[in-house]
């Protein structure tokens, strides 16, 4: 009988794809990486407990092409700074990823919020440079200036994310056992750093409504190459009624586009942007 691919495979076939996965080369990306400050009020909004505020009311956008081999990849996130048990980190809302090889890991293993989406980074004449997040033909995030001098690199070090891992429950009602908060740790290269001077637009999206926590002061544009790898541990498990009215967050519910905006004493955020006369990377920005 001829082999049935969806068998079994024997131990000498896990190991080889154990051993394949364990040993994986440097892979680069070039992405444009962009921090605002935020309403303090907004941030607090968006956090399931446990996570806290930190410090700083701060955002960051990620927008990446990943040289991943034979199979470019277009990766992006958008997230706020957050705190967990005294250790400062940032939780993502939504991670646009052109191809549904990077979603299966990123969404089973660890929990992150990654949906399919467009990812472009465009670099024109003249040192101009464009990069830009989008879902259902609504181009939500953009990011768009001129690239600057080379900034010094910074050593190797580690960034974290704070991810909630969960099972919707099979009966509609709640989740399929606890959920856990995840801790996950990158370890992050830089070969090429330089400076951007220009602008963050947030668009309005009912599916991805990062609009609601807008542009108040540019920190940082940055265009850079890097690579790194990641680890992540459960570091508790949470409180399932705490973490349900956040679900939503999850998923594109069709239903969330009829929701009224938040009431806000300032200007809706449909649109912003913040220009920036001379972004670089500094120690208190830096993402």
Not at 107 to 117: A, D, M, N, S
Request: glycine fraction near 10%.
């Amino acid at each position: 009988m001829a082999r049935v691919r969806y068998g079994p495979r024997d131990e000498t076939e896990i190991r080889r794809a154990s051993k394949a996965g364990a040993e994986l080369p440097d892979i680069w990306s070039t992405g444009v990486l962009a921090v605002w400050e935020t309403d303090p009020d907004a941030v607090a909004a968006v956090l399931p407990p446990p996570l806290e505020p930190a410090e700083r009311p701060l955002m960051r956008a990620n927008i990446s092409q990943v040289q991943l081999p034979g199979f470019p990849l277009g990766a992006g996130s958008v997230a706020v700074a957050a705190r967990h048990a005294g250790t400062d980190g940032w939780y993502p809302l939504v991670m646009p990823m052109t191809h549904e090889r990077a979603l299966i890991g990123g969404r089973e293993v660890f929990g992150e919020p990654k949906k399919l989406g467009d990812v472009t980074l465009e670099r024109g004449p003249h040192g101009t440079v464009r990069a830009s997040l989008a879902r259902h033909g609504i181009t939500f995030v953009e990011v768009t200036g001129t690239v600057g001098a080379a900034l010094p690199l910074p050593e190797p070090t580690g960034k974290l994310d704070f991810y909630f891992k969960f099972l919707p429950a099979v009966d509609g009602s709640g989740f399929d056992g606890d959920p856990l908060l995840v801790h996950c740790l990158r370890h992050e290269k830089v070969r090429r750093l330089e400076s951007v001077t220009g602008e963050v637009t947030l668009r309005d999206s009912p599916y991805d409504p990062v609009a609601d926590l807008p542009v108040r002061r540019l920190v940082e544009i940055t265009l850079g190459e890097k690579t790194g790898d990641q680890r992540g541990r459960v570091a508790q498990r949470v409180d399932a009624e705490a973490l349900l009215p956040y679900v939503h967050q999850r998923y594109d519910d069709a239903a969330q586009a009829h929701d009224a905006p938040p009431p806000t004493a300032h200007t809706p955020p449909q649109q912003t942007a913040v220009p920036v006369q001379q972004a670089g990377a500094t120690a208190e920005g830096s993402a």
